[in-house]
C-alpha cells in the first residue's frame, strides 16, 4: 500500500519549491521528490534574476538572507559584427535604488537556500530521487511512482523542468518542438571580485550584465550573456535549435561559445580566470504559441515544465516566472483542497490567475519576439550595418572627411535602405 500525502511536487528547482513553500504555509502535506544530489544540483540558469515581479508573491522580508551574487547596477548590450563592435552601456540611480531590482545568483546555492526554506516550514523534500510515472485513478492523476517508493496524493505539480517528462506522460503537451526551444551552454569562469570590479567599472558589491548580440551566432536566433558574480562571471550562448539544427555547415553550441570566448571583447574580461563548472540546458521560448494545457485532474504544471520562458532579445527570463508560477499553483491547490475538489474545472482557478498576472501577461506582450528574433539578418547583416556606421563615423583614412552627418546618412541607407529593413522594423515595432 502506497503512502498518501496532500500533494506531491515533482522537481525542486525554483518552482516546485516555491509551490511547496507556501503549500506548507498553508498546512497542507507536501512531498518534493527531486532527481538532483540537492536542489541546485542539477539547475542552469545563465544568472539574473528580476525580482521586481516576484516581490508581491513572497513575504517583504523574504529575500533578505538570499545568496545573492551581486545586484545588476549596470547593462551593456554589445553588437557584434565579424570584426566591430558597438557597445551600449547604461546604468542610473534607478538600478542602484534599494530595494534592488535584479540580482545575479549561482542555482547551487540559490536553490539550497530556498530548499532550507521550504523544510523550515515543513515540506519534505526528497533528494535522489526520481520520479519515473504517474499514478492514475482513471483519468486522474493520484501519485506517482519514483526511485524508492509510489506515493498516492490529492495533486501533482509537475516542476520537473523544461523536458517535463510528466507533462508528456500526462498528455498535457506533445513532444516538444525544435522550434520553440534554444540551447544554452555556460561557463562559470573563477575571478577575483576586486578583478571583476575593475573590469566591469562598478563598486565594490555591485554588479553588471552583457548582452552579445551579432555575428556570434553565424545567423541563427540567439546570442551570448555575461553575469558577473561575487568572484565568478556566468559566460554563456543561447542558440535556437531549430537554428542550429539546419545551420550549414554543422555547428555545435560549444564550438560557438569558444568563439564568443576568443572575442576580442571578451577575451580580456575572462582573462586569468579559471573555468570551475561547464554546463548545457535547453530553454523554453515559445511563450504563449506553446504552452502545454497547464492543469488536468489532479495535476498542474509551473516553471518551465509549463513552458514560462521569454526570451526577450535584450534578456531571458524563466526564474521569475518560476516562482510566481509554484507562488499560484499552491495557491490554487489551496482554493482546491477547501472545496476537497481536485479535478481540472476546481485547478483551473491556476489559468486565471496565471493570466491575472505579470506571467501570461508579459509572455503576451512578446508573443511576437520569436517570429521577429528568428531572421538571419538580425544576427548579420543588421549588426554589420550598425558597426558599419560607427566604424565610418570614428574612422580617420588617408582621405579627406566627409561631413559625419553625410557619413551617418550614406552608411544607414546601405545598411537600413531596403525593403526587407523597413519589413523587419515593421515587426520590431509590434513587440
Ligand atoms: C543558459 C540559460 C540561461 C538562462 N538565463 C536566465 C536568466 O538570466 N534569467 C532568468 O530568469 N532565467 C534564465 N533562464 C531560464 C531559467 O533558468 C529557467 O526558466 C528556470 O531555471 C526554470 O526553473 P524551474 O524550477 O521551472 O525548472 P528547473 O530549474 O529546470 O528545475 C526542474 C527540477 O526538476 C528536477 N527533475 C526533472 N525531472 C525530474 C524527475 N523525473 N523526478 C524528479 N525531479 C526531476 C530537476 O532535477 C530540477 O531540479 C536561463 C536558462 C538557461 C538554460
Redo the contacts with the bound molecule.
Sequence with gaps: MADKVDVVV?????????AAYFLAEAGIETIV????DY????????????LNPVRPFFPADFWNDAPFERPVVKEKLSVLSVRAATTVEFSSEKLRAEPRSSY?VL?AKF?QWLADKVSEKGAFIIAK????DLIYDGARVVGVK?TDSELLCDVVVA????????AEKAKMRGALNPHYH?????EIIELPAKTIEDRFGVAAGEGA?QLFFGSITQGMVGGG?L?TNRESVSL???VGIEALMHHEPRIEAPELMEMLKARPEVAPLIDGGSTVEY??????EGGVRALPKLVGDGILL?????G??LNMGI?????????A??ALAARAIKDAKAKNDFSALSLSVYEQSLRDSFVMQDLQTFRGMLDVLDNPRMFTKYPEAITGIFEQMFWIGDQPKQKLSATAIREALKGFGNLDAVRDALGLMKV
Design positions: 515533482i522537481g525542486g528547482g525554483l518552482a516546485g519549491l516555491a521528490v527531486e532527481r538532483g536542489s541546485g544540483s542539477k539547475n542552469v540558469t545563465g544568472g539574473r534574476l528580476y545575479t542555482r536553490d530521487n526520481k520520479v519515473d519514483a516542476a520537473d523542468g523544461v523536458l517535463s517528462f510528466t534554444a540551447l544554452g551552454v555556460k550584465a550573456f553575469y554563456g550562448m543561447v554546463s548545457a540546458h535547453v530553454i523554453p509551473a516553471g518551465d515544465a509549463a514560462f520562458g534578456t531571458v527570463r524563466g526564474m521569475d516566472f518560476a516562482l508560477s509554484g
